[in-house]
């Protein structure tokens, strides 16, 4: 069993930046594929990015590539989600996510084992 527990986020206003951070509770996370996802109450779960392991390929969704980057440090065993440049469309939960490695689907929320409970992200206009 893997835990995950999110953290980092908060209230902002547009044009901030936070970052997001990943770590998995009692389990090594350099041989797992982490995703980012983002859904809000009545709407669909939507893919936000991932990383695989070595060599780190990462994915983003069109929504924030270029603003957000998702990276990961082996050292320190934890996910980040750098978040710049954010929006009032970013506002949402945010979700970590977490499979042992493999080639699943990295956009799908179902290709993923493990879940944290996430963490809220506010952007004020």
């Known amino acids: 069993q893997v835990q995950l527990m999110e953290s980092g986020g908060g209230l902002l206003q547009a044009g901030g930046f936070l970052r997001l951070l990943c770590p998995p509770i009692?389990?090594?996370?350099?041989?797992?594929?982490a995703g980012w996802f983002r859904r809000s109450p009545g709407k669909d779960r939507e893919f936000v990015g991932a990383i695989s392991v070595a060599p780190h390929i990462t994915w983003y969704s069109d929504s924030v590539k270029g603003r957000f980057t998702i990276s990961r440090d082996n050292a320190r065993n934890t996910i980040f989600l750098q978040m710049n440049s954010l929006n009032p469309e970013d506002t949402t939960i945010y979700y970590c996510?977490?499979?042992?490695?493999?080639?699943?689907?990295?956009?799908?929320?179902?290709?993923?084992?493990?879940w944290g409970q996430g963490t809220q992200v506010t952007v004020s206009a």
């Open positions: 009692g389990t090594s996370f350099v041989c797992y594929v």
């Open positions: 996510a977490a499979r042992p490695s493999s080639n699943p689907n990295y956009k799908a929320g179902s290709a993923y084992d493990y």
